[in-house]
């Protein structure tokens, strides 16, 4: 059974930047459409970005331009790298699995995948 385990998050400053790690175990990833999403207290998880093996990418406007997915098959790990941090970027970032099918909509709706990790916090303050 897969299972996703996030890193990487933390304080950060203003213009800052990190990169968050979404550990898979459990399956390959190569199977599986990998989503970035990021959810603040009484908000709807937002989708922040999708990647799938072949290399297809897709970013939410809110992180397009400083925002980079990418995947290292002998870690089973898939990256998302977010440059010139904001203070709205501050959120609780989850990782999940869904179809590699998915399209540049549907991969930031969270009702298409299924296994999600534990989430890592992201504070963007000074």
């Known amino acids: 059974q897969l299972q996703l385990v996030e890193s990487g998050g933390g304080l950060v400053q203003p213009g800052g930047s990190l990169r968050l790690s979404c550990a898979a175990s459990?399956?390959?990833?190569?199977?599986?459409?990998i989503g970035w999403f990021r959810q603040v207290p009484g908000k709807s998880r937002e989708g922040v970005s999708y990647?799938?093996?072949?290399?297809?990418?897709y970013y939410a406007d809110s992180v397009k331009g400083r925002s980079t997915i990418s995947r290292d098959n002998a870690k089973n790990t898939v990256y998302l790298q977010i440059n010139s941090l904001k203070p709205e970027d501050t959120a609780v970032y989850y990782c999940a699995a869904g179809s590699t099918q998915l399209g540049r909509i549907s991969s930031m709706r969270s009702q298409y995948f299924g296994s999600w990790g534990q989430g890592t916090q992201v504070t963007v303050s000074s």
């Open positions: 459990g399956s390959s990833l190569d199977y599986y459409g």
């Open positions: 990647s799938t093996k072949d290399g297809t990418a």
